[in-house]
């Protein structure tokens, strides 16, 4: 009786041991939960600069409003998603600023290098604007989107216009995001 | 006189008979013992952290940042075969919205020999990667994140 309980107090003692072995090396897998952050910039950029024919022939004999469209788009590039504005501003007028609209900015002034004191106002307009509001949405840098930009000359300024040939204005376009 | 003999034969035999008794009792009996090391591995932290430096969509080419520091070990002579949830694409989605999600990848080094848990750990470094075509038309988001669960076979 006595080597048969010795046998079995050496049994247990050995799976015991074997038993907490396992528990503190369990065999199989080890974890580590890895976090990966990242920001992506709010960016714009232009994609292509925006011009218009030279010279814009204004008849003032039209009895409808002039509309000019762009030689060349002014096109933009935002990243996804980014609600950007655009602000003219006009070298020879009192535009300073302005958010372009599909409504179109007024207080633009083509003058006369000969003759300065001559000017004929003109609406800027951005007709790509996402609400009417002057708010664009950028598709990503990837995708350019088109401003849509063109020149108005109401008939009214049109028929009172001195006849120059060397009417201008300089634009500035900012891209607020 | 007589009595003090009488008790000295009489401790004799008693002294012979429980040595006989041992005598006659005594048995062998061998041990074995076995044991088993587990080849085991395991990471120097349970987290580990990857940051992107801002990201400037308008740029090109992939984009890509790694641990730093994470070290691993495993008993003597196992190199662990490899780790799950590494391969395949993964998610990046904006804390603020959801919707917004960027996939990546995740790449390892060479996994190699451990050579025990008394010795300094083996480096390893994860590198997630984002591919420009992913990355030029995501929605600007400054909170962009995602967690995978790296494990270890061996």
Redesign the interface.
């Known amino acids: 009786v006595k ?1 048969y309980l010795w046998f079995i107090a ?1 049994f247990v003692a050995t799976s015991m041991i074997t038993g907490t ?2 528990a503190a ?3 199989g ?15 714009c ?1 232009e994609y292509q600069h925006g011009s218009f024919p030279s010279p814009l022939t204004i008849d003032p004999l039209s009895a409808t409003d002039l509309n000019f469209l762009p030689s060349a788009d002014e096109l933009v ?1 935002c ?4 609600v950007y504005t655009v602000k003219v501003s006009s070298a020879n007028g009192t535009a300073l600023d302005q958010t372009c609209t599909s409504g179109g900015v007024s207080g633009m002034s083509l003058k006369s290098a000969s003759w300065p004191s001559d000017t004929v106002a003109y609406t800027f307009i951005c007709a790509g604007d996402t609400d009417g509001a002057g708010h664009f949405t950028g ?5 350019a989107k088109a401003l849509g930009i063109s020149i108005r000359v109401l008939a009214a300024n049109a028929q009172t216009a001195l006849a120059h040939a060397d009417y201008s204005d300089t634009v500035t376009l900012t891209i607020s995001y | 006189m007589k009595k003090s003999l009488v008790v000295l034969a009489a401790m004799v035999m008693v002294f012979a008979m429980v040595s006989g008794a041992y005598a006659a009792a005594q ?1 062998s009996n061998t ?1 074995t013992v076995n044991a ?1 090391i ?6 120097s ?8 430096p ?5 740029d090109t080419g992939e984009k890509t ?1 790694a ?1 730093a520091g ?1 070290t ?1 070990k495993c008993t003597n002579g196992t190199t662990p075969a490899s780790l799950t949830n590494l391969a395949g694409s ?1 998610t ?1 989605a904006s804390t603020a919205t959801p919707a ?1 999600t ?1 996939v ?1 990848t ?1 790449t390892s080094s060479a996994l190699t020999a451990g050579t025990g848990f008394a010795a300094a750990g083996t480096a390893i470094t ?1 590198t ?1 990667h ?1 591919a420009d ?1 992913v ?19 061996y």
Do not use: R, W
């Not at chain 1, 897998?29 to 960016?43: I, K």
């Not at chain 2, 987290?47 to 992107?52: G, K, V």
């Not at chain 2, 801002?54 to 308008?58: E, G, H, M, V």
């Open positions: 080597k050496v072995a396992f090396t369990p065999s897998f080890s974890n580590t939960t890895l976090t990966v952050n990242a920001e992506v910039l709010g960016m950029k590039t990243a996804n998603g980014t598709a990503g840098l990837i995708t | 048995q041990v088993t587990s080849g085991v591995c395991s990471f932290t349970g987290t580990s952290t990857i940051t992107f801002a990201i400037d969509p308008s940042a641990t994470l691993y993964h990046l917004d960027m990546y995740l994860i997630a984002i075509t990355y030029q038309v995501a929605p600007a988001h400054a909170d962009y994140t995602g967690t995978v669960v790296l494990t270890f076979a």
